[in-house]
């Protein structure tokens, strides 16, 4: 009987065979943090241990509040600082490069076959490179910094098999809300999601990556896709070390399989207040909004940008709704201020504010008043997650927000593409 | 074994109406995380909830962010469990990492109604409702090393010490 990419990856790790269901403690290769690093730090010290076990394992990125927003946060970035330089950490990107699942893949430590853990439950995006890659929590991530190890359950698979062509105006985005919306936000908990079949291969890696990201609103613990010549070419350069894929077999055994054909598929809006209330935009069409968010570590990326561009260069966005951007990285910005993406949307407009998470979980940087409506790019729309408890956030594909910012309410993008 | 009311919320409560994102990096004390627990989900909670309160809910409680603070918030609260129908994966692992008693039984969260009183026996797995009695499966002994260790960090203090 054939093996899944989780019993595959994880077995490896373990060194031995494992079949779903079973307990294996295990090392990882990479342990990510970002700004959270402040509480994982008060926890480590807890530990009564002077040094982390091994400092080349572990990523820093400060990125969710960014320039520090209040006194608060500046302290807490600074003692993240003088821990990293304490420890030797030499794996830490300061606030000027970007989100830290987009700066982790830049920088060469999602690769194929490796265990990556995160204290942030987007750490599933990693799954696009055929890593697994799994959120844990502050004082879990502070005992493996101390340990090396942790105890992972191998997950059972579910299986997701896509094919067909998607139509013009619907996306990576689309598809996943899709999946999230019929299938529940609790479908996969516990569970690794594996992207496959004839479409699967067909997604660049900023597809494959907004799949993984938000696998995690199905409670996935982690996603994956075959690692293939898109990744391998993509790594050429930026790999951080020797790597070893992991496929699952051919015969391997699914909890269920979940068939789609992509071309089946219209733009889809997630309506307040979870991921799952999922509705084709037809059905929202001419909802008004009051601020639209292009960005976060689901769709800040080149295709997402220059699909919003395409869409608003030479116009002008509705004097009613107020248009933030957010390249997801230092190197997207860069990108899309070369190519007169960011041009393009600055005079459209929109507010360009620098890489990082910006309003998406609340803290800075255009949160939500009471009664204020969100049409974002990101990946959760959970009740009061951007502000006020009183505000409600949509969420939807980079071509449906822009082409909704152009209108002033909620638009099917197809006409403008 | 202590009692306590109950507080039932619906299916699929997640971390950011428990504990607010716009807290998480700058809310680090108990006390204070305490006085934010279900902040957006229902704002009398943290003034009124009594230590030994037990939090009752429907299917994948805790979805959402791994932030610690939903587990912590609650057990600083003094919320001496969470019994839902499931819970979401991150969650349930940082509420033992927590030493916050997390129990699955379906049955008694169709059986028990808000505001009722109930005690729990966890060496039995039995809760006691009024005449009403629902069983869940023990915990496993390593989960309750950590629990009885208080969490994760003393757990792994013991084991860095040698002592476990």
């Known amino acids: 009987m054939g093996k899944t990419f989780a019993e595959k990856c994880l077995g490896h790790k373990a060194a031995?065979?494992?079949?779903?269901?079973?307990?294996?403690?295990?090392?990882?290769?990479?342990?990510?943090?970002?700004?959270?690093?402040?509480?994982?730090?008060?926890?480590?010290?807890?530990?009564?241990?002077?040094?982390?076990?091994?400092?080349?394992?572990?990523?820093?990125?400060?990125?969710?509040?960014?320039?520090?927003?209040?006194?608060?946060?500046?302290?807490?970035?600074?003692?993240?600082?003088?821990?990293?330089?304490?420890?030797?950490?030499?794996?830490?990107?300061?606030?000027?490069?970007?989100?830290?699942?987009?700066?982790?893949?830049?920088?060469?430590?999602?690769?194929?076959?490796?265990?990556?853990?995160?204290?942030?439950?987007?750490?599933?995006?990693?799954?696009?490179?055929?890593?697994?890659?799994?959120?844990?929590?502050?004082?879990?991530?502070?005992?493996?910094?101390?340990?090396?190890?942790?105890?992972?359950?191998?997950?059972?698979?579910?299986?997701?098999?896509?094919?067909?062509?998607?139509?013009?105006?619907?996306?990576?985005?689309?598809?996943?809300?899709?999946?999230?919306?019929?299938?529940?936000?609790?479908?996969?908990?516990?569970?690794?999601?594996?992207?496959?079949?004839?479409?699967?291969?067909?997604?660049?890696?900023?597809?494959?990556?907004?799949?993984?990201?938000?696998?995690?609103?199905?409670?996935?613990?982690?996603?994956?896709?075959?690692?293939?010549?898109?990744?391998?070419?993509?790594?050429?350069?930026?790999?951080?070390?020797?790597?070893?894929?992991?496929?699952?077999?051919?015969?391997?055994?699914?909890e269920s399989v979940l068939v789609y054909d992509l071309s089946e598929i219209e733009p889809q809006v997630a309506c307040p207040h979870t991921v799952d209330n999922v509705k084709p935009v037809s059905m929202l069409d001419g909802k008004a909004f009051h601020q639209a968010l292009i960005g976060t570590c689901t769709n800040g990326r080149e295709e997402d940008l220059e699909v919003a561009a395409f869409i608003l260069k030479g116009k002008k966005v509705h004097p009613s709704v107020r248009v933030l951007v957010i390249p997801a990285s230092r190197a997207e910005y860069l990108n899309a201020m070369r190519t007169g993406i960011l041009e393009s949307l600055s005079e459209a407009g929109c507010v360009i504010l620098n890489p990082g998470c910006g309003p998406c979980l609340g803290a800075h940087q255009g949160v939500l008043a009471s009664g204020e409506i969100a049409l974002s790019t990101a990946n959760r729309n959970f009740r009061g997650r951007m502000g006020s408890r009183d505000s409600e956030i949509y969420l939807a594909s980079p071509a449906t927000v822009a082409a909704s910012a152009l209108e002033g309410k909620i638009t099917d993008p197809r006409k403008y593409l | 074994m202590k009692s306590g009311r109950v507080w039932k919320y619906g299916e699929n409560i997640n971390t950011d109406v428990i504990f607010p994102g716009k807290y998480t990096y700058s809310v680090l004390d108990p006390e204070e995380m305490a006085g934010h627990a279900l902040e957006d989900l229902d704002p009398d909670f943290a003034g009124s909830v009594q230590p030994g309160d037990v939090v009752v809910a429907g299917k994948n409680f805790g979805c959402g962010s791994s932030r610690e603070q939903a587990a912590a918030c609650l057990k600083f609260a003094g919320v001496q469990a969470v019994i839902a129908k499931s819970f979401a994966r991150i969650f349930f692992r940082n509420a033992i990492n927590q030493g916050l008693s997390v129990i699955k039984c379906p049955e008694a969260v169709d059986g028990i109604s808000d505001d009722e009183k109930i005690a729990i026996d966890f060496s039995a797995g039995k809760i006691l409702a009024g005449e009403k009695v629902f069983s869940f499966p023990p915990l496993p002994d390593s989960v309750i090393g950590l629990l009885e260790a208080g969490g994760l960090i003393p757990y792994t203090k013991k084991k860095l010490k040698g002592d476990i």
């Open chain 1, 16 to 254: 031995k065979p494992v079949t779903a269901g079973e307990v294996v403690t295990i090392s990882p290769d990479y342990l990510l943090s970002h700004d959270n690093s402040a509480a994982i730090i008060k926890e480590f010290h807890e530990l009564g241990i002077p040094k982390v076990k091994d400092p080349k394992k572990i990523v820093i990125v400060l990125d969710h509040i960014v320039p520090a927003a209040a006194e608060k946060y500046a302290q807490y970035h600074k003692e993240i600082r003088e821990f990293i330089a304490e420890q030797n950490i030499s794996n830490f990107f300061d606030i000027h490069h970007g989100i830290c699942h987009q700066v982790f893949c830049e920088n060469g430590f999602a690769l194929p076959g490796k265990l990556i853990l995160g204290a942030d439950s987007h750490t599933t995006s990693y799954g696009a490179f055929g890593a697994f890659s799994a959120g844990i929590g502050r004082s879990e991530l502070a005992s493996v910094w101390a340990t090396d190890e942790i105890w992972l359950r191998v997950p059972e698979t579910l299986k997701v098999e896509m094919s067909g062509k998607p139509q013009k105006g619907v996306f990576a985005k689309d598809i996943i809300l899709k999946i999230i919306g019929d299938n529940g936000a609790g479908r996969a908990n516990y569970m690794s999601v594996e992207f496959t079949g004839p479409a699967a291969a067909d997604f660049s890696l900023a597809s494959r990556i907004v799949l993984a990201n938000m696998a995690a609103e199905m409670g996935a613990k982690n996603g994956y896709f075959s690692p293939d010549d898109t990744v391998f070419t993509w790594l050429n350069k930026r790999a951080r070390e020797n790597y070893e894929p992991v496929y699952s077999d051919s015969d391997a055994v699914y």
